[in-house]
């Protein structure tokens, strides 16, 4: 009977502060439409406590080709000082899910057994929602070639903005630049760097859109079998966006945005759509600074 009470108080506690601790934060997957899209999430966790999540979304794509966009935390179990970029950013009271095999993992199986996908002939086509190393890094694109054995086929690419194409590939803490780590002060706080990127892995990038986009400026067009999602220009760091090159996913037919960073400053969208994050779960989606 304590201990039913001790969690009626638990709940409220947690539902007045879920703007710094959301609900029900899970990890695992989740639907966004059955059979087509589905998001993954990779978890950090601030000492015990679920932190947030880095969503790995994923898109069953025409022909061979599957879309994911985002990459979860990478290679990050045991909190240490020097053997992940995310505890050199973050400090030592943050851990994460597993090694990016462990995220992986669960976006294989939706491509394996829900798109019923054999892997010798997927075409994976990786969207970088922004530089940071929480939705880019190598670790997570190696575990696909590497522990499960997809193809790395000559026409895999690495599609990112072109303002953000040097911090998501400068390989270096900060990007070399000081003070670092600096949140506020460096603009390169939290690009991947370690484990370093592989060659072959660089070498897949692929720049797009120009260095002025304005918000919402059209950049590609992905298909799928749910519809055309087409990646937009987010907000400039001038204008209250996250960084100078966060790219967006927008499906008109099926009024959905999926936002490249959490950040409360958003482009305009209408009001019936639904709003989705590379962080957070897809139900009760709260709007943040990641
Ligand atoms: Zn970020």
């Known amino acids: 009977m304590r201990h039913l009470f001790f969690c009626i108080l638990c709940v409220l506690f947690f539902s007045c502060k879920k703007d710094k601790f959301p609900q029900n934060l899970v990890d695992g997957t989740e639907v966004i439409i059955e059979n087509q899209a589905y998001v993954v999430h990779s978890m950090i966790y601030a000492g015990d406590r679920p932190w947030t999540t880095s969503n790995i979304f994923i898109f069953n794509g025409l022909g061979d080709t599957v879309w994911l966009y985002g990459s979860g935390y990478g290679d990050f179990t045991d909190a240490c000082t020097d053997c992940n970029d995310n505890n050199f950013y973050l400090g030592e009271k943050m851990h994460g899910t597993g090694p ?29 929602p922004h530089y940071h190393n929480d939705h880019i890094n ?22 990112i903005h072109t303002n953000d194409l040097f911090g998501a590939t400068c390989n270096e803490p900060c990007c070399g630049t000081e003070p670092c780590p600096d949140k506020k002060n460096n603009k390169y706080f939290g690009v991947p760097y370690l484990p370093s ?27 799928t079998t749910s519809g055309n999602w087409i990646v937009t220009k987010a907000l400039s760091v001038q204008d209250g966006g996250h960084t100078d090159g966060t790219i967006n996913l927008k499906n008109y037919e099926k009024k959905m945005v999926i936002a490249g960073t959490k950040s409360r400053f958003q482009c305009p969208y209408p009001e019936d759509w639904q709003f989705m994050s590379v962080h957070g779960n897809i139900s009760g989606a709260t709007v943040g600074d990641e």
């Open 197 to 223: 990127w592989k060659p072959e892995y660089i070498a897949l990038f692929n720049a797009i859109g120009t260095p002025q986009d304005a918000c919402d400026t059209p950049l590609k067009t992905i298909t």
């Open 100 to 128: 990016a095999s462990a995220d992986v993992k669960e976006v294989d199986s939706v491509i394996t057994h829900l798109f019923r996908r054999n892997r010798d002939s997927v075409l994976l086509q990786f969207i970088v």
């Open 138 to 159: 190598n670790e997570f694109i190696d575990a696909f070639h590497t522990v499960f054995d997809y193809p790395l086929r000559s026409d895999e690419k690495i599609w």
